[in-house]
Structures are given as structure tokens and as C-alpha cells.
């Protein structure tokens, strides 16, 4: 069974920095990129930032270039996103999705990032 | 990037048919076949529900059909039921790795 489980969300104030994970397991994480797509309360969804399946190319929507930091460790199967210099409208539920087949066909469960001060 | 445009809200009776629309341009929609659609129950993640335009995943009633027009992508579910009742959201890829999601579409089952 295909499984994504998140950790690392929380309360950060502004201009803080919070990593969350995404650990992997069901299938050969080193064969899929694998994405972040956040939604901010009461919002659609919008994609943040995508990985290749070595690592080596990383992509991100303008408003988070510079300041989040997408990576994947593919011995622990396990995918990140660091964030940097937060700001209240990166407040949101960040899920994490493998990419497959030109979609997101499996989602992790969400973790909300709260910045406040 | 612009989001897509979807109505905020359609509705429809069990067993009836509703289509919602997904608005783009040449440089998303329009300019690849990578149209996909999402189902959301509230506190829920998405569930992928078309890829491709037109492909459903396994699992996914064939109640539920994708289509494209110019730059206009269309999900269709026949014999609407209750549990149909939620967001969706379509999503496209737009070159240069960006993808563009619509705003979502709040589906009620009357």
C-alpha cells in the first residue's frame, strides 16, 4: 500500500523557519518526482515545488524561490521542504504528492504551517 | 502563473449529470494534454480523479469523465450521488515544470 506520512508543521513566527518530511513507503520512492502543494485556509490548491527522481532538479513556484528548499534523501525514502524567511501568506495545509503519470495520483495526509506571531 | 478558472459552485440532483469547466491558455490548458482532476472532502487530501485529460485511475467510477476543448478542460459526472457532494479542483501542467491549479469547484447533491 502506497503511503505518505507527514511530519513538521507547526506554529513558526514570521521570518521563521520550519522543515517538513514526507516519508514514503509502498513503492520505489526513487523512481517518482515527488511534489509539495499547499492550500491555505478556506483556499484552492496550489503547487510550491516539484523534485526529480535523483534530486538534481528542483523547481518552484516564484513566490517561495529563495526562501524554501525542496530535497529528497532516497536512502531513507523520504522527501523535505525547508522553509525560510516565512511569511503569513505561506500559512497553509502542505501536502506532500507523488507525481505519476502527469498527476498527483497519491497525496500525504496534510500538515498545517501556522505563521504568527 | 494565473490560476485556472472553475465556476465556484455547481449542483445537481441524484442521478443527474453536471459538468464543470476549467479555463486556461495555450500556455497550460490549451498547450498540453496534462489536464488532471481532483476530488476533495472537507479535512480531506485531494483524490486524483482524471489524468491525462480523459484517463481515470483504477478505482474511479466511470461515472466520471474528462474532456478538452481549446483551452477549456471539462469534468463530467453522470449519475450524481451523494457522496459526490465536495471540491474539485483541475490542474494543468504549464511548461518550464509549473503546474496551475483551478480555484475549485464546490459540487452539492441536492
Known amino acids: 500500500e502506497v503511503q505518505l506520512v507527514q511530519s513538521g508543521g507547526g506554529l513558526v513566527q514570521p521570518g521563521g523557519s520550519l522543515r517538513l518530511s514526507c516519508a514514503a513507503s509502498?513503492?520505489?520512492?526513487?523512481?517518482?518526482?515527488m511534489h509539495w502543494v499547499r492550500q491555505a485556509p478556506g483556499k484552492g490548491l496550489e503547487y510550491v515545488s516539484a523534485i526529480s527522481t535523483d534530486g538534481a532538479g528542483t523547481y518552484y513556484v516564484n513566490s517561495v524561490k529563495g526562501r524554501f528548499t525542496i530535497s529528497r534523501d532516497n536512502s531513507k525514502n523520504t522527501l523535505y521542504l525547508q522553509m525560510d524567511s516565512l511569511r503569513a501568506e505561506d500559512m497553509a495545509v502542505y501536502y506532500c504528492?507523488?507525481?505519476?503519470?502527469?498527476?498527483?495520483?497519491?497525496w500525504g495526509q496534510g500538515t498545517l504551517v501556522t505563521v504568527s506571531s | 502563473q494565473s490560476a485556472l478558472t472553475q465556476p465556484r459552485s455547481v449542483s445537481g440532483s441524484p442521478g443527474q449529470s453536471v459538468t464543470i469547466s476549467c479555463s486556461g491558455t495555450r500556455s497550460d490548458v490549451g498547450g498540453h494534454n496534462y489536464v488532471s482532476w481532483y476530488q476533495q472532502h472537507p479535512g480531506k487530501a485531494p483524490k486524483l480523479m482524471i489524468y491525462?485529460?480523459?484517463k481515470r485511475p483504477s478505482g474511479v467510477p466511470d461515472r466520471f469523465s474528462g474532456s478538452k476543448s481549446g483551452n477549456t478542460a471539462f469534468l463530467t459526472i453522470s449519475g450524481l450521488q451523494t457522496d459526490d457532494e465536495a471540491d474539485y479542483y483541475c490542474c494543468s501542467y504549464a511548461g518550464s515544470y509549473t503546474w496551475v491549479f483551478g480555484g475549485g469547484t464546490e459540487l452539492t447533491v441536492l
Open positions: 509502498g513503492f520505489t520512492f526513487t523512481i517518482y518526482a
Open positions: 491525462d485529460v480523459s
Open positions: 504528492a507523488r507525481y505519476a503519470n502527469s498527476a498527483y495520483d497519491y
